[in-house]
């Protein structure tokens, strides 16, 4: 079964920044889109932005939208996450999964998750 690998989450201060990355276990998912999720104690998953496969289109949440930005290097079989300016709001365990579907922030139209990388903003 595909799955994709989350890493590169950990402590950050306010106003700091860090880069995900997420990759396949035994597969490509160069030829799918891919999003990221996140999800905060006691809140439900909320999308985050996502990367077409030919990593030329994106989009993002209003929450992101101009301090998040995600990319891609297909022949590295990596999708990444490079979040700026993080506030304390950003505090969640951050997942990537893939679809075959665009424009859907529905986490219902995703699958192969990973077991995501906790992000924390903190003084």
């Known amino acids: 079964q595909v799955q994709l690998v989350e890493s590169g989450g950990g402590l950050v201060q306010p106003g700091g920044s860090l880069r995900l990355s997420c990759t396949a276990s035994?597969?490509?998912?160069?030829?799918?889109?891919v999003a990221w999720f996140r999800q905060a104690p006691g809140k439900e998953r909320e999308f985050v932005g996502a990367?077409?496969?030919?990593?030329?289109?994106?989009f993002y949440a209003d929450s992101v939208k101009g301090r998040f930005t995600i990319s891609r290097n297909n022949a590295k079989n990596t999708v990444s996450l490079q979040m700026n300016s993080l506030k304390f709001e950003d505090t969640a365990d951050y997942y990537c999964?893939?679809?075959?579907?665009?424009?859907?922030?529905?986490?219902?139209?995703?699958?192969?998750w990973g077991q995501g990388t906790q992000v924390t903003v903190s003084k």
């Open positions: 999964a893939r679809t075959t579907s665009w424009n859907s922030t529905r986490s219902k139209d995703y699958y192969s």
């Open positions: 035994g597969t490509t998912i160069n030829s799918y889109n």
């Open positions: 990367i077409h496969w030919t990593g030329i289109g994106s």
